[in-house]
C-alpha cells in the first residue's frame, strides 16, 4: 500500500504514463478500427491475416533476426575484451560517442560510401574489379543496421561481464575446465541477463525499422516499419496503419516478455 507522501510523489509518473503511453496507444487502437471513411470495421484486422502482410511480417522478423545475431555475434567478445583492457570504461564511452550522432546523417554518410563512385568503390576498382552496387542490397542494410546497433547491444553485455566474480573463473579453471567450457558453463550463463537486455534493445527496435529501410536497402526489403509509413504517408489509410502498429506493439510486448530477466527467489 502506498502512504499519502508515496502517491503524490508517484503523481507525476502516473500523468506522464497517461498522456504519453496509455493514451497514444489507446488512439491507435481507435484508428486501426475505422476504414478510410471514418466508419467503424474490424476489416484491418481481418486484412492483417492476408498472405501479403503476413509474408511481410515474417520477413521483418527475419531481418530484424539476423540483424540481431550479427550484432550479437560482434558486441558479446567486443564487450568481453574492453573489460581485459587498462582503460575499459575509455574504450567503452569511445564506442558510444558514434551513437550520439544523429541517425540520419549516419545514413547518408552510408550511402555515401557505398555508392558507385564512394571509397569502397575505388578500393575495388584499384584491384582491378569493376564497381559495385552494393546499395540497395540485402547485405547494405544488415550491415548499417548492425552498425548503428552495436552500441546498443554492447553496453549492458559490458556490464555484465564487469560484475562478473572473477572467483568463479578461477574456480572453473582450478578444477580443470578449459576456455571454452569455462565461457559455456560459467561465463555465459552468468552473463546472460546482460545478453537479454541487449537482444531487448536491438530486436525491437530492428522490427519497426523504416527510414533505413528506405535509404539503404531501397524498395529490396519491405518489413512492418516501411508498411505502417506507407499507409500513413502514402496510402493515407490510417486505419490499416494502425492495425500494423497494433501488431507491432504486441509483438514487442511478447518479445519483452520472452527476453525479461526473471526474478529468482528463495530464502535470505
Known amino acids: 500500500m502506498f502512504n499519502k507522501s508515496t502517491k503524490g510523489a508517484l503523481t507525476p509518473y502516473f500523468i506522464f504514463i497517461a498522456l504519453f503511453v496509455i493514451a497514444p496507444i489507446a488512439l491507435i487502437i481507435y484508428y486501426s478500427m475505422l476504414d478510410l471513411h471514418g466508419n467503424f470495421t474490424l476489416a484491418n484486422y481481418k486484412n492483417f491475416f ?45 564506442i558510444i560517442i558514434p551513437s550520439w550522432i544523429n541517425l540520419l546523417l549516419k545514413t547518408y554518410a552510408f550511402i555515401g560510401i557505398f555508392g558507385l563512385y564512394g571509397p569502397l568503390n575505388a578500393v575495388i576498382e584499384v584491384f582491378g574489379f569493376d564497381p559495385q552496387q552494393i546499395l540497395f542490397t540485402d547485405f547494405s542494410f544488415i550491415f548499417v543496421s548492425v552498425y548503428i546497433f552495436i552500441p546498443f547491444m554492447i553496453i549492458p553485455i559490458f556490464n555484465s561481464l564487469d560484475k562478473l566474480n572473477p572467483s568463479f573463473i578461477y574456480a572453473a579453471r582450478d578444477l580443470g575446465a578449459s576456455a571454452w567450457t569455462t565461457f559455456r558453463r560459467v561465463v555465459f550463463p552468468l552473463t546472460i541477463d546482460g545478453v537479454k537486455s541487449g537482444i531487448q534493445v536491438t530486436f525491437i527496435p530492428a522490427l519497426s525499422l523504416f527510414m533505413i529501410t528506405r535509404l539503404i536497402a531501397g524498395n529490396q526489403v519491405i518489413t512492418l516499419g516501411t508498411a505502417i509509413e506507407q499507409q500513413f504517408l502514402v496510402s493515407q489509410n490510417w486505419g490499416m496503419g494502425s492495425t500494423i502498429a497494433v501488431f507491432l506493439i504486441l509483438f514487442m510486448v511478447v518479445i519483452m516478455l520472452f527476453t525479461g530477466q526473471k526474478k529468482k527467489g528463495g530464502r535470505a
Open 50 to 94: 492476408t498472405s501479403t502482410y503476413l509474408s511481410m511480417t515474417l520477413t521483418s522478423f527475419w531481418y530484424a533476426f539476423l540483424i540481431t545475431f550479427f550484432t550479437l555475434l560482434i558486441a558479446y567478445p567486443t564487450a568481453y575484451l574492453l573489460t581485459k583492457t587498462k582503460h575499459k570504461h575509455l574504450w567503452l564511452m569511445l
